[in-house]
């Protein structure tokens, strides 16, 4: 197995491996290579649904999402879909998976199934060399700060976009969370900036004016950044990404064209701040 960086910040490509045939060993070092790389990648597999299902559970048990439509003989799957006369896409945008939960995400394995003959690229950024690069005045402001998240804005009844969408489910599934603002992962102990455009709504003791610049200076400032990545899919490409230590961004440049994933979301494990504890 090589493991090879694919950028200076984030993601590394897995080659010389087939994820079907793991031996123990494979998953310890693939566990670190995903905490130090914030995602991997990996070309040409081969996969059914259920090998998809027992790779994933090689490193977390299943987070099924209450969202997306699931693959209806394998509901531990969702179904990453746009079709070819939809307009919206499913990830347009930066964001982190379910940072809206108590216990957020781990991460996700993202297996290609159906491409369009161009586009569709998906973009990684780390969070962790975002947060390294602010002046330390900033670093000492946000480590002691908690945030809100939420998804009420984006799957509730009221959220607009999704009514008529057969790709979401069950609006009313909805909550919130509250994070520290800066985490540290907990297999590598790097700072991570936890917050997202997506679904941080303020800061806790904060209203959401006064927070709003503060957040939307982060959020400008990590997007512009030279902190990511943009892989490009390909039949038999896996990408498994961090949900603690990256940002991701599905792009939706391929009007007109088919696009379907299968996704698999792992489950994580109380999130921590610099100082050890937990959100209240």
Not at 38 to 61: K, M, N, P, Y
Not at 109 to 137: H, K, Q, W
Not at 144 to 156: C, I, K, P, Y
Not at 175 to 201: D, M, S
Request: aromatic letters at 10%; proline letters at 4%; hydrophobic letters at 40%.
């Amino acid at each position: 197995m090589q493991v090879t960086p694919v950028s200076e910040h984030v993601g590394a490509l897995v080659s010389d491996i087939d994820v079907t045939r793991l031996s123990d060993g494979d998953v310890a070092a693939l566990n670190q290579a995903w905490a130090t790389h914030g995602v991997l990648f990996f070309r040409d597999q081969t996969l059914d649904e259920d090998q998809h299902i027992e790779f994933a559970e090689r490193f977390s048990t299943i987070d099924v999402n209450k969202f997306f439509t699931p693959v209806a003989s394998h509901p531990q799957i969702a179904q990453v879909l746009k079709e070819a006369d939809q307009d919206v896409n499913v990830g347009g945008g930066w964001h982190t998976d379910h940072s809206y939960d108590q216990v957020p995400a781990r991460g996700s394995i993202l297996v290609a199934r159906d491409l369009p003959s161009a586009g569709g690229e998906t973009r990684f950024l780390s969070v962790g060399a975002a947060y390294d690069s602010l002046s330390d005045g900033l670093k000492s402001t946000l480590d002691g700060l908690q945030a809100h998240h939420s998804n009420e804005h984006v799957f509730g009844k009221n959220a607009g976009y999704n009514d008529d969408d057969d790709r979401f489910h069950n609006p009313d599934a909805t909550g919130g969370a509250v994070h520290p603002v800066v985490i540290t992962h907990p297999i590598t102990g790097r700072k991570l900036l936890f917050v997202n455009f997506a679904f941080t709504t303020h800061f806790v003791g904060w209203t959401p004016e006064e927070s709003a610049p503060l957040l939307n200076f982060l959020y400008q400032y990590v997007a512009d950044g030279p902190f990511s990545y943009e892989f490009e899919w390909e039949p038999g490409s896996i990408a498994m990404w961090d949900n603690r230590s990256t940002w991701h961004w599905a792009l939706n440049n391929y009007a007109g064209h088919r696009r379907l994933m299968h996704r698999i979301t792992l489950a994580g494990d109380a999130l921590s701040g610099v100082d050890g504890a937990s959100a209240a």
